[in-house]
């Protein structure tokens, strides 16, 4: 079992940032690649960016040059930072673990809203 735990969302201007956290815990030796999601009202869920075991990334292209997703080992924690923002990112913003051991998993955290407004 994995647990995710998000935070850093709230409420920011265009134009600013915000810095998002997931922090797993549990079966983390497991955990290969992890992702943000994110899902607006009346939409359905999006995937933002991908980073593998080795730290490969990936993003969708509406955030490309504005989101940076890291991803620290040692401290098992996600980060996406975002700048640049726009209302258009407004969401919950959901972390994403694929974890395997012998059986592929899927874990998700809890969502986090995420405001861009002026």
């Known amino acids: 079992q994995v647990q995710l735990v998000e935070s850093g969302g709230g409420l920011v201007q265009p134009g600013g940032s915000l810095r998002l956290s997931c922090a797993a815990s549990?079966?983390?030796?497991?955990?290969?690649?992890m992702s943000w999601y994110r899902q607006a009202p009346g939409k359905g869920r999006e995937l933002v960016a991908t980073?593998?075991?080795?730290?490969?990334?990936h993003y969708t292209d509406s955030v490309k040059g504005r989101f940076t997703f890291s991803r620290d080992n040692v401290n098992n924690t996600a980060t996406l930072q975002m700048n640049s923002l726009k209302p258009e990112d407004t969401a919950v913003y959901y972390c994403?673990?694929?974890?395997?051991?012998?059986?592929?998993?899927?874990?998700w955290g809890q969502g986090i809203q995420v405001t861009v407004s002026s």
């Open positions: 980073i593998t075991d080795i730290g490969i990334t």
């Open positions: 994403y673990a694929g974890a395997y051991d012998g059986t592929w998993h899927a874990y």
């Open positions: 549990g079966s983390i030796a497991s955990i290969n690649a």
